[in-house]
C-alpha cells in the first residue's frame, strides 16, 4: 500500500496548486495552496498516509455526512419528509429549485438540505455543534479536534446566500428553529478542523457496516451505513457527482477547504486534500488523487 501511496501521490503533485481555493469565505482564500496529502484507513485498523495527511484543514461540506449520521440515528426514515434522496444537478448553494420545489431540498449535502438537518439537529440537542464536535472527536479518536472561530464567523458574515436558502425554507413551514441560531450551528459545524487522519478514522464506520472500531460503538445500523454510502454516490460532489462515480466509483464526499473522503465497502476510508478547487467546487488534486487510486487497486462499488 506504501508504494501505491507514493506511485500516486507523485503523479498527482504536478497538479496540486491547479484551480482555485475557495474565496467566498475570506478566511479560506489566505490557505497555502501547495498542500496535499492522502490518508487510508483499513478495517483492520491500519492508517498509511502521505504527504500533508496530518495537517489540519477546514472540514466545511465533509461535515455534512456527520450531521445526516446524527439526524438519522435520531429521526429515522421520518426526516425523509424535510429533505429529499435524490441528485440536484445544480451547484450547491443554488436556491432555484428550492422555490419551485416548495422548500424541500433535493438532498442533504447542497447547502439547503444541510441547513434543514441542522434545523433537525437544533431541535434535538441543546447545543448542537458541541454535540458534532464530540461525535467527531469520538469517530476520530482525536480529542484534540477544533473549530475554527475565524472561519466560522467570516462564513456567518458572509451568509447572504445561505441565509437566503434558510427563511426561504422557513417561508414554505420547513423550519422550526431561529434560522440565525442554526446557521451559526451549521457554520461552525463546516468549520471544524481536521486532518486527513482524523477523517479517514472518523469515516471508517462508513467502510465497516456502521461499526466505529475505534471506540466500539455502532454508530448507525449496517442498513444506515449502506443508505450513507448511496446518498454519497449520488450526490455527494454535487453536480460532479455522475462524473466522479463514472471515474473513481466510490462513495465520496467533498468540501470547499479541500478535502474529499471516500469509501471502499467492507475494506477502506479514505481522505485526500488538496486545497485548490475545480470548477464546480471539488477539490482538482484530490479527484485526480482518488481516480488514480481507483483505477490502480481496481476499487469501485460497481
Ligand atoms: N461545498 C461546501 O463545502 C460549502 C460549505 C460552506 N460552508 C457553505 O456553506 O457554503
Known amino acids: 500500500m506504501n508504494s501505491i501511496l507514493k506511485r500516486i501521490y507523485e503523479k498527482v503533485l504536478p497538479l496540486v ?31 498509511y498516509t502521505i504527504g500533508d495527511a496530518k495537517t489540519p484543514f477546514s472540514i466545511q461540506s465533509i461535515s455534512k ?39 424541500v431540498p433535493r438532498n442533504p449535502f447542497i447547502n439547503a438540505g444541510a441547513i434543514v438537518v441542522s434545523d433537525m439537529n437544533q431541535t434535538r440537542f441543546a447545543t448542537p455543534h458541541y454535540a458534532m464536535r464530540e ?8 480529542p484534540n479536534i477544533k473549530t475554527d472561530k475565524v472561519v466560522a464567523d467570516s462564513e456567518y458574515e458572509h451568509r447572504s446566500r445561505n441565509a437566503a436558502m434558510a427563511y426561504l425554507m422557513k417561508s414554505f413551514d420547513n423550519f422550526d428553529n431561529d434560522v440565525e441560531d442554526v446557521l451559526h450551528n451549521y457554520f461552525s459545524n463546516c ?32 442498513q444506515q451505513a449502506r443508505q450513507i454510502n448511496a446518498l454519497m454516490a449520488t450526490s455527494g460532489l454535487y453536480d460532479e457527482a ?46 485526480a488523487a482518488l481516480e488514480a487510486l481507483s483505477s490502480e487497486i481496481g476499487w469501485s462499488v460497481f
Request: proline share 4%; hydrophobic share 40%.
Open 242 to 287: 455522475g462524473t466522479f462515480a463514472y471515474m473513481v466509483g466510490l462513495p465520496g464526499k467533498s468540501g470547499v477547504g479541500g478535502g474529499i473522503v471516500a469509501i471502499v465497502p467492507n475494506q477502506f476510508s479514505i481522505c485526500v486534500w488538496s486545497p485548490c478547487l475545480n470548477k464546480v467546487g471539488n477539490s482538482l488534486a484530490g479527484v
Open 65 to 103: 455526512v456527520f450531521s445526516l449520521t446524527l439526524a438519522m440515528k435520531h429521526y429515522g426514515e421520518g426526516m425523509w419528509k424535510r429533505v429529499g434522496r435524490e441528485p440536484s444537478g445544480l451547484p450547491f448553494n443554488s436556491l432555484v429549485q428550492l422555490e419551485y420545489e416548495g422548500g
Open 191 to 222: 468549520a471544524l478542523r481536521m486532518n486527513c487522519v482524523d477523517l479517514a478514522k472518523a469515516f471508517g464506520f462508513l467502510a465497516n457496516k456502521g461499526y466505529c472500531m475505534i471506540n466500539n460503538e455502532q454508530v448507525v445500523s449496517e
Open 17 to 47: 496548486g491547479e484551480g482555485n481555493v475557495a474565496d467566498y469565505i475570506p478566511a479560506l482564500a489566505s490557505v497555502n495552496p501547495n498542500q496535499f496529502g492522502i490518508a487510508i484507513y483499513s478495517n483492520k485498523g491500519e492508517c
Open 135 to 142: 461525535f467527531v472527536r469520538r469517530l476520530s479518536g482525536n
